[in-house]
Protein backbone atom coordinates (compact mmCIF):
# COMPACT_ATOMS: atom_id res chain seq x y z
CA UNK A 1 0.00 0.00 0.00
CA UNK A 2 1.70 3.54 -0.97
CA UNK A 3 1.14 5.47 2.43
CA UNK A 4 2.79 8.58 0.48
CA UNK A 5 -1.06 9.12 -0.70
CA UNK A 6 -2.94 8.97 2.47
CA UNK A 7 -1.65 7.57 5.78
CA UNK A 8 -5.40 7.36 7.20
CA UNK A 9 -6.34 4.29 5.51
CA UNK A 10 -6.92 1.37 7.50
CA UNK A 11 -9.84 -1.34 7.76
CA UNK A 12 -13.00 -0.75 10.18
CA UNK A 13 -12.77 -1.77 13.88
CA UNK A 14 -15.43 -3.24 15.67
CA UNK A 15 -15.80 0.14 17.36
CA UNK A 16 -15.05 3.46 16.04
CA UNK A 17 -15.58 7.13 16.81
CA UNK A 18 -17.03 9.36 14.48
CA UNK A 19 -13.97 12.04 14.36
CA UNK A 20 -11.86 9.27 14.16
CA UNK A 21 -13.09 7.12 11.44
CA UNK A 22 -9.75 6.38 8.66
CA UNK A 23 -10.25 6.70 5.14
CA UNK A 24 -11.64 3.14 3.80
CA UNK A 25 -9.78 0.73 1.08
CA UNK A 26 -11.73 -1.75 -0.84
CA UNK A 27 -10.03 -3.71 -3.16
CA UNK A 28 -11.34 -3.89 -6.99
CA UNK A 29 -9.83 -4.67 -10.04
CA UNK A 30 -12.60 -3.18 -12.28
CA UNK A 31 -15.73 -1.40 -11.66
CA UNK A 32 -17.71 -2.04 -8.29
CA UNK A 33 -20.40 -0.79 -6.79
CA UNK A 34 -19.74 0.74 -3.02
CA UNK A 35 -22.87 1.51 -0.76
CA UNK A 36 -23.00 2.57 2.31
CA UNK A 37 -25.53 2.04 4.53
CA UNK A 38 -26.62 3.58 8.32
CA UNK A 39 -28.77 1.42 10.65
CA UNK A 40 -29.80 -0.38 7.46
CA UNK A 41 -30.69 2.54 5.46
CA UNK A 42 -28.13 3.36 2.25
CA UNK A 43 -26.76 6.93 2.11
CA UNK A 44 -24.41 6.21 -0.74
CA UNK A 45 -24.41 4.28 -3.37
CA UNK A 46 -22.12 4.23 -6.62
CA UNK A 47 -20.20 2.76 -8.94
CA UNK A 48 -16.45 3.15 -9.05
CA UNK A 49 -13.63 2.53 -10.75
CA UNK A 50 -10.34 1.39 -8.59
CA UNK A 51 -6.76 2.57 -8.74
CA UNK A 52 -3.89 1.81 -7.95
CA UNK A 53 -4.24 1.42 -4.05
CA UNK A 54 -7.84 0.53 -4.97
CA UNK A 55 -11.24 2.31 -4.22
CA UNK A 56 -10.61 4.80 -1.61
CA UNK A 57 -13.09 6.39 0.61
CA UNK A 58 -11.91 9.65 1.78
CA UNK A 59 -13.41 11.72 4.45
CA UNK A 60 -15.80 9.32 5.60
CA UNK A 61 -16.60 10.62 8.69
CA UNK A 62 -18.01 14.02 7.37
CA UNK A 63 -20.77 11.36 5.98
CA UNK A 64 -21.60 9.79 9.15
CA UNK A 65 -21.35 12.14 11.70
CA UNK A 66 -24.66 13.69 11.22
CA UNK A 67 -26.29 10.82 11.84
CA UNK A 68 -23.89 9.99 14.69
CA UNK A 69 -25.05 13.41 16.30
CA UNK A 70 -28.25 12.74 15.89
CA UNK A 71 -28.99 9.42 17.20
CA UNK A 72 -25.50 8.80 19.23
CA UNK A 73 -24.74 5.32 18.09
CA UNK A 74 -25.14 3.95 14.43
CA UNK A 75 -24.47 0.86 13.08
CA UNK A 76 -22.17 1.37 9.89
CA UNK A 77 -21.73 -1.08 7.00
CA UNK A 78 -19.19 -0.47 3.77
CA UNK A 79 -19.05 -3.28 1.71
CA UNK A 80 -18.66 -5.99 3.82
CA UNK A 81 -16.65 -3.78 6.31
CA UNK A 82 -18.76 -3.16 9.79
CA UNK A 83 -18.82 -1.18 12.63
CA UNK A 84 -20.56 0.52 15.37
CA UNK A 85 -19.98 4.51 15.53
CA UNK A 86 -20.18 6.43 18.45
CA UNK A 87 -20.43 9.94 18.37
CA UNK A 88 -17.16 11.65 19.37
CA UNK A 89 -15.84 15.24 18.39
CA UNK A 90 -12.66 14.45 19.98
CA UNK A 91 -9.56 13.19 18.93
CA UNK A 92 -7.48 10.55 20.95
CA UNK A 93 -5.04 10.11 18.86
CA UNK A 94 -4.26 6.24 18.61
CA UNK A 95 -5.94 5.44 21.57
CA UNK A 96 -9.06 3.11 20.32
CA UNK A 97 -12.25 3.95 20.61
CA UNK A 98 -13.00 0.32 22.25
CA UNK A 99 -10.66 0.92 24.77
CA UNK A 100 -11.62 4.68 25.75
CA UNK A 101 -14.93 3.16 26.56
CA UNK A 102 -14.13 0.15 28.90
CA UNK A 103 -12.29 3.11 30.53
CA UNK A 104 -13.73 6.31 30.55
CA UNK A 105 -17.29 8.04 31.00
CA UNK A 106 -18.28 9.69 28.56
CA UNK A 107 -16.18 13.06 28.86
CA UNK A 108 -13.33 14.42 28.24
CA UNK A 109 -12.63 15.92 31.99
CA UNK A 110 -9.37 13.79 32.67
CA UNK A 111 -8.95 14.53 36.52
CA UNK A 112 -11.48 15.44 39.79
CA UNK A 113 -14.33 17.65 39.30
CA UNK A 114 -15.41 20.85 42.43
CA UNK A 115 -18.74 20.42 42.74
CA UNK A 116 -20.95 21.65 46.10
CA UNK A 117 -24.06 20.48 47.67
CA UNK A 118 -27.07 21.39 45.78
CA UNK A 119 -25.95 20.74 42.48
CA UNK A 120 -26.98 18.45 39.98
CA UNK A 121 -23.89 16.38 38.67
CA UNK A 122 -24.70 13.92 35.92
CA UNK A 123 -21.96 10.86 34.87
CA UNK A 124 -22.68 9.32 30.95
CA UNK A 125 -21.75 6.11 30.36
CA UNK A 126 -21.58 4.29 26.92
CA UNK A 127 -23.65 0.89 27.58
CA UNK A 128 -26.68 0.19 29.31
CA UNK A 129 -27.34 -1.77 32.48
CA UNK A 130 -23.78 -1.63 34.17
CA UNK A 131 -24.13 -1.10 38.25
CA UNK A 132 -22.52 1.82 39.51
CA UNK A 133 -21.27 2.22 42.94
CA UNK A 134 -20.23 5.54 45.12
CA UNK A 135 -17.53 6.16 47.76
CA UNK A 136 -18.01 8.90 50.11
CA UNK A 137 -15.29 10.49 52.57
CA UNK A 138 -15.82 12.57 55.11
CA UNK A 139 -14.45 15.00 57.45
CA UNK A 140 -13.93 12.60 59.93
CA UNK A 141 -11.93 10.09 57.66
CA UNK A 142 -14.28 7.68 57.09
CA UNK A 143 -16.05 6.54 54.05
CA UNK A 144 -19.01 4.86 52.98
CA UNK A 145 -20.67 2.93 49.91
CA UNK A 146 -24.07 3.66 47.79
CA UNK A 147 -25.15 2.54 45.30
CA UNK A 148 -25.87 5.02 42.35
CA UNK A 149 -28.92 6.52 40.42
CA UNK A 150 -29.76 6.22 36.96
CA UNK A 151 -31.13 9.50 35.44
CA UNK A 152 -31.41 8.54 32.17
CA UNK A 153 -31.44 5.37 30.15
CA UNK A 154 -31.42 4.56 26.35
CA UNK A 155 -30.62 2.08 24.12
CA UNK A 156 -26.77 2.95 24.10
CA UNK A 157 -26.27 5.34 26.84
CA UNK A 158 -26.65 5.57 30.35
CA UNK A 159 -26.62 8.74 32.48
CA UNK A 160 -26.24 8.56 35.91
CA UNK A 161 -27.36 11.26 38.78
CA UNK A 162 -23.92 11.76 40.92
CA UNK A 163 -25.48 14.64 42.42
CA UNK A 164 -23.21 15.45 46.17
CA UNK A 165 -26.92 15.46 48.22
CA UNK A 166 -27.05 11.66 47.31
CA UNK A 167 -24.06 10.28 49.41
CA UNK A 168 -25.20 12.44 52.84
CA UNK A 169 -24.56 10.96 56.10
CA UNK A 170 -26.43 12.38 59.01
CA UNK A 171 -23.75 14.28 61.87
CA UNK A 172 -21.16 13.75 59.25
CA UNK A 173 -19.20 16.25 56.20
CA UNK A 174 -19.23 15.39 52.70
CA UNK A 175 -15.78 16.31 51.76
CA UNK A 176 -15.43 13.90 48.86
CA UNK A 177 -16.04 10.83 46.55
CA UNK A 178 -15.13 8.19 44.10
CA UNK A 179 -18.05 7.06 41.05
CA UNK A 180 -17.15 3.65 40.10
CA UNK A 181 -18.21 1.96 37.13
CA UNK A 182 -17.13 -0.82 35.75
CA UNK A 183 -13.54 0.10 34.78
CA UNK A 184 -14.33 3.70 34.83
CA UNK A 185 -13.48 5.58 38.10
CA UNK A 186 -14.66 9.60 38.28
CA UNK A 187 -13.37 11.20 41.35
CA UNK A 188 -15.19 14.71 43.04
CA UNK A 189 -13.87 17.13 46.02
CA UNK A 190 -16.45 19.10 47.47
CA UNK A 191 -16.21 22.88 47.93
CA UNK A 192 -17.33 23.52 51.71
CA UNK A 193 -18.25 27.06 51.03
CA UNK A 194 -21.01 26.64 48.28
CA UNK A 195 -20.72 29.48 46.81
CA UNK A 196 -23.51 31.24 44.73
CA UNK A 197 -23.38 30.00 40.90
CA UNK A 198 -24.23 31.98 37.95
CA UNK A 199 -25.12 31.18 35.76
CA UNK A 200 -25.80 27.25 35.55
CA UNK A 201 -24.94 26.03 31.94
CA UNK A 202 -26.15 22.43 30.41
CA UNK A 203 -24.29 21.64 27.17
CA UNK A 204 -23.76 18.93 24.96
CA UNK A 205 -20.11 17.62 25.13
CA UNK A 206 -17.90 16.25 22.80
CA UNK A 207 -19.82 12.70 22.80
CA UNK A 208 -23.13 14.58 22.57
CA UNK A 209 -23.91 13.84 26.05
CA UNK A 210 -25.25 16.47 28.39
CA UNK A 211 -23.22 18.30 31.26
CA UNK A 212 -23.36 20.64 33.88
CA UNK A 213 -21.32 23.51 34.77
CA UNK A 214 -21.44 26.20 37.58
CA UNK A 215 -20.09 29.48 37.28
CA UNK A 216 -19.09 30.99 40.33
CA UNK A 217 -17.44 34.68 39.28
CA UNK A 218 -18.65 38.02 38.25
CA UNK A 219 -22.18 37.41 36.32
CA UNK A 220 -23.74 40.81 34.92
CA UNK A 221 -26.13 41.93 32.14
CA UNK A 222 -26.06 44.46 29.46
CA UNK A 223 -28.99 44.78 27.49
CA UNK A 224 -28.23 47.30 24.27
CA UNK A 225 -31.65 47.96 22.02
CA UNK A 226 -31.39 48.76 18.26
CA UNK A 227 -34.15 51.31 17.32
CA UNK A 228 -35.80 52.36 13.82
CA UNK A 229 -37.16 55.56 13.66
CA UNK A 230 -39.41 57.57 11.51
CA UNK A 231 -42.07 59.95 11.10
CA UNK A 232 -45.57 58.57 11.42
CA UNK A 233 -48.10 61.22 10.63
CA UNK A 234 -46.28 63.95 11.56
CA UNK A 235 -45.37 62.44 14.90
CA UNK A 236 -41.50 60.73 14.96
CA UNK A 237 -41.99 56.75 16.84
CA UNK A 238 -40.12 53.79 17.00
CA UNK A 239 -41.23 51.42 14.65
CA UNK A 240 -39.20 48.72 15.25
CA UNK A 241 -37.01 47.89 18.36
CA UNK A 242 -34.72 45.09 18.30
CA UNK A 243 -33.30 44.16 22.06
CA UNK A 244 -30.03 42.00 22.45
CA UNK A 245 -29.46 41.15 26.15
CA UNK A 246 -25.78 39.98 26.42
CA UNK A 247 -24.52 38.35 29.77
CA UNK A 248 -21.17 38.47 30.80
CA UNK A 249 -20.09 35.56 33.11
CA UNK A 250 -16.53 34.59 34.62
CA UNK A 251 -16.23 31.15 35.69
CA UNK A 252 -14.58 31.41 38.75
CA UNK A 253 -11.08 29.75 39.90
CA UNK A 254 -10.45 26.52 38.15
CA UNK A 255 -8.45 23.30 38.42
CA UNK A 256 -6.45 22.66 35.62
CA UNK A 257 -8.34 19.19 34.93
CA UNK A 258 -11.45 21.43 34.85
CA UNK A 259 -10.06 24.30 32.88
CA UNK A 260 -9.03 21.45 29.73
CA UNK A 261 -12.31 20.18 30.18
CA UNK A 262 -14.02 23.74 29.92
CA UNK A 263 -13.04 24.07 26.88
CA UNK A 264 -16.10 21.36 25.46
CA UNK A 265 -18.59 23.92 26.89
CA UNK A 266 -17.24 26.95 24.48
CA UNK A 267 -17.14 24.72 21.60
CA UNK A 268 -20.46 23.01 22.10
CA UNK A 269 -23.21 23.44 19.43
CA UNK A 270 -26.61 23.30 22.17
CA UNK A 271 -26.18 25.09 25.21
CA UNK A 272 -29.02 25.90 27.65
CA UNK A 273 -29.22 28.00 30.79
CA UNK A 274 -30.31 26.22 33.94
CA UNK A 275 -32.75 27.91 36.63
CA UNK A 276 -33.03 26.60 40.31
CA UNK A 277 -36.41 25.96 41.81
CA UNK A 278 -36.70 25.05 44.81
CA UNK A 279 -33.75 23.21 45.22
CA UNK A 280 -34.54 21.16 41.70
CA UNK A 281 -32.10 22.34 38.78
CA UNK A 282 -34.58 22.49 35.26
CA UNK A 283 -33.38 23.33 31.80
CA UNK A 284 -34.49 26.84 30.84
CA UNK A 285 -33.61 29.12 27.41
CA UNK A 286 -31.43 28.04 24.67
CA UNK A 287 -28.41 30.08 24.49
CA UNK A 288 -25.37 31.25 22.60
CA UNK A 289 -22.07 31.51 23.36
CA UNK A 290 -21.14 34.96 21.70
CA UNK A 291 -17.04 35.32 22.58
CA UNK A 292 -14.84 33.33 25.13
CA UNK A 293 -11.50 33.69 26.39
CA UNK A 294 -10.45 30.35 27.81
CA UNK A 295 -6.47 31.48 28.21
CA UNK A 296 -4.09 29.84 30.39
CA UNK A 297 -0.67 28.68 30.97
CA UNK A 298 1.62 26.41 32.62
CA UNK A 299 2.70 28.93 35.20
CA UNK A 300 2.12 27.17 38.72
CA UNK A 301 1.05 30.54 39.98
CA UNK A 302 -1.32 31.33 37.61
CA UNK A 303 -5.07 29.68 38.49
CA UNK A 304 -7.23 29.56 34.92
CA UNK A 305 -11.00 31.67 35.14
CA UNK A 306 -12.15 32.19 31.66
CA UNK A 307 -14.77 34.61 30.77
CA UNK A 308 -17.48 34.44 28.07
CA UNK A 309 -20.39 36.33 26.35
CA UNK A 310 -23.43 34.70 25.77
CA UNK A 311 -27.33 36.00 24.51
CA UNK A 312 -30.60 33.97 24.58
CA UNK A 313 -30.56 32.16 21.13
CA UNK A 314 -34.39 32.77 20.42
CA UNK A 315 -35.29 36.19 18.79
CA UNK A 316 -37.51 37.74 21.99
CA UNK A 317 -34.76 38.84 24.16
CA UNK A 318 -37.58 40.18 26.29
CA UNK A 319 -37.77 37.08 28.87
CA UNK A 320 -39.86 37.41 32.14
CA UNK A 321 -39.59 34.40 34.39
CA UNK A 322 -42.65 34.78 37.03
CA UNK A 323 -41.45 32.22 39.17
CA UNK A 324 -38.43 34.37 40.31
CA UNK A 325 -40.09 37.36 40.59
CA UNK A 326 -38.11 40.50 41.68
CA UNK A 327 -34.54 39.14 40.43
CA UNK A 328 -32.21 41.33 38.18
CA UNK A 329 -30.40 37.03 36.84
CA UNK A 330 -34.07 34.71 35.91
CA UNK A 331 -31.31 31.60 35.52
CA UNK A 332 -29.44 31.64 38.62
CA UNK A 333 -28.98 33.43 42.09
CA UNK A 334 -30.18 31.56 44.67
CA UNK A 335 -29.34 33.46 47.85
CA UNK A 336 -28.00 37.13 46.32
CA UNK A 337 -31.30 38.34 45.87
CA UNK A 338 -33.48 37.70 48.50
Known sequence: MDHSINDNIRGLRNIEFSSMLPDLQIIATGKTLVEVSIDGETVFSEQMWPGDNGIVLEDLRDLVEPYCDARQTVELEVNGQHATVVCCHADFGEETAEHYLQNHFLSILQGQKLTAL?????????????????????????????????????????????????????????????????????????????PDCAPILIFENSFGMEEVFYCTGLHKVDPTYKRLSSYIGRIQRNYRIVETRAFHAN????????????????????????????????????????????????????????????????????????????????????????
Not at 276 to 295: F, H, Q, V
Not at 313 to 337: E, M, P, W, Y
Open 118 to 194: GRLELLPVQGTGETATCTAIYSDGSSATFSVDTWLEKNHFTEYDVSPSNFMTTGKTLIGYTISVGSRTQEYELDLSA
Open 251 to 338: TGPLTMPMANWLDDLFRSKYVRVANLYDGMITPGKEILITDSKSEYSNDDAEIPRFTFTYQYAQSNHNVVDLRRAGRIFDNTFDNTFN
